[in-house]
């Protein structure tokens, strides 16, 4: 079972929130919004405290 | 530099940004535990007659500081230029609503990465810390809140900012008396005029030979062509003041605080160190060294029944919502071992504090250096008993003292 992650760009601010809860599995691009660069980098828990930590609610996360 | 922080704190009240500004309450806790049962929209003035003139309001709940803080549109926060835009200058981002907060907070933003902020670590931070610790290391004793707590987040910032290591003394004074304004209001307008003299020169020099530091990258910050105006900058660095300085020492005294008081967890973390983040992040969540931010209503809305009429002011209670146990089981326990959810202490929304990336990593080396270099750190016991430190103050917290010994 994978988790899918999207990120809002016209939500996400750039806060480096999600960098710190999920090690790995987030980055922020030159433009200063979050991209997902390895979702298998951190683990479900930490990837859920990162969609909880996000301060513009950018991050959303599904199962398939 | 060369003199000790006691001879600092001796100079002239100087060492410390007092009660009269913090609020002298031991445990607001419980309190704020009934505020958020029985009144979680609070009128601060109930004696208004008109119920539709503008009031005070102070939400409790964690659902409705996120709401507050998430909602700019809705509650706004050009009402904290009128609190500290006299002092801190009328530029601060901290006051301004979107869209024109984002475009300022992206010019300032790359400076406050987690990857921007590597470099400080080896090259800034373990100096100021090791520096510090080396003047009391061969006492076997010491006071943390005098003799690190207090000048090493000055000292970061002031580095950070870039500024040369023989004025961080006068740096520091200046941080005090602009951080207390609110006690001596004359102090600290004298104050920020000296740093804001001080730092022009510095910028100055930084416009023709920019360096590695902050106010080189706000000297040369950029968004589609335009470029940050002097007062600008001005308003930005001496917000680092109480956004960077006084939070820091609050909350790092107050992990110690923690630490020393659960000597279980203290040695937990001592022999793992990758326990440091979470207990960082719980020790912010259970003591915020802030409790509270403000808001205006920018329309008249309901929350929980309760009338607010457009241009109140709304608090959202920070403490209050760290310590809700919809959220946080058994929420006034220190536990680093819970599982790890964001507080409210570095708020939420767009205006979440820029520099925590900085307060988690500075924070991270000072502690991880004083556990390298006291073995066996502990309170003593002595100065324990007679001094009765604790965890002190309403607006802001933070331990009366930490005697430590060593060893």
């Known amino acids: 079972m994978g988790l899918k992650i999207s990120i809002d760009a016209t939500k996400c601010m750039g806060s480096g929130n999600c960098l710190f809860w999920a090690p790995g599995a987030f980055e922020l691009g030159d433009d200063d919004v979050a991209v997902v660069v390895d979702v298998n980098a951190a683990t479900e828990r930490q990837i859920m405290q990162a969609v909880d930590g996000c301060p513009t609610q950018a991050i959303s996360v599904t199962k398939d | ?407």
């Not at chain 2, 061969?138 to 090493?152: H, N």
């Not at chain 2, 160190?273 to 205006?296: D, W």
């Not at chain 2, 209670?317 to 089981?329: S, V």
């Open chain 2, 1 to 407: 530099m060369g003199r000790t922080g006691h001879e600092l704190a001796h100079d002239s009240g100087f060492n410390n940004f007092d009660y009269r500004v913090a609020g002298d309450v031991r445990d607001p806790y419980p309190e704020l535990a009934e505020a958020r049962i029985n009144t979680p929209v609070l009128a601060a003035d109930q004696m208004a007659v008109d119920q539709n003139a503008p009031g005070s309001f102070v939400v409790f709940r964690h659902e409705d500081v996120a709401r507050v803080l998430r909602d700019s549109e809705v509650f706004s926060s050009t009402i904290l230029g009128d609190v500290m835009g006299e002092v801190m200058g009328h530029k601060i981002i901290l006051a301004m609503d979107e869209p024109e907060h984002r475009r300022h907070r992206s010019l300032v933003s790359t400076a406050f990465r987690q990857s921007s902020l590597a470099r400080w670590e080896e090259r800034l931070v373990t100096n100021v810390v090791d520096d510090l610790i080396d003047k009391f290391v061969d006492e076997g004793k010491a006071e943390l809140v005098i003799d690190f707590t207090f000048p090493f987040p000055t000292q970061v910032v002031a580095g950070v900012l870039g500024l040369p290591r023989e004025d961080y003394l006068d740096f520091q004074r200046w941080a005090v008396a602009i951080i207390t304004a609110n006690a001596e209001w004359e102090r600290g307008l004298k104050a920020s005029s000296e740093l804001k003299d001080y730092l022009a020169n510095i910028l100055d020099q930084r416009r023709t030979e920019p360096r590695d530091d902050l106010i080189s990258d706000l000297a040369v910050a950029s968004l589609d062509g335009e470029q940050l105006d002097d007062e600008s900058i001005f308003s930005f660095l001496r917000l680092m003041l109480p956004a960077g300085v006084e939070t820091t020492f609050r909350s790092s005294g107050n992990l110690l605080y923690l630490l020393l008081t659960h000597p279980d967890q203290l040695v937990a973390v001592r022999d793992d160190r990758s326990l440091m983040p979470q207990a960082i992040e719980e020790a912010l969540r259970l003591e915020p060294p802030l409790l509270i931010t403000t808001r205006v209503a920018t329309k008249d809305i309901e929350m929980h029944g309760v009338h607010i009429p457009k241009g109140s002011s709304v608090t959202p209670m920070l403490g209050a919502a760290n310590h809700d146990p919809d959220q946080y089981p058994d929420p006034d326990r220190f536990d680093i071992f819970r599982d790890p959810k964001q507080h409210m202490s570095f708020g939420t929304g767009p205006h979440m504090c820029i520099g925590m990336h900085l307060a988690r990593m500075e924070t991270r080396v000072a502690v991880n250096r004083l556990l390298d270099r006291l073995p066996n750190l502990r309170f003593d016991p002595e100065a324990f008993e007679r001094d009765d430190p604790h965890i002190h103050g309403q607006i802001f917290r933070s331990p009366t003292s930490l005697p430590v010994i060593w060893g």
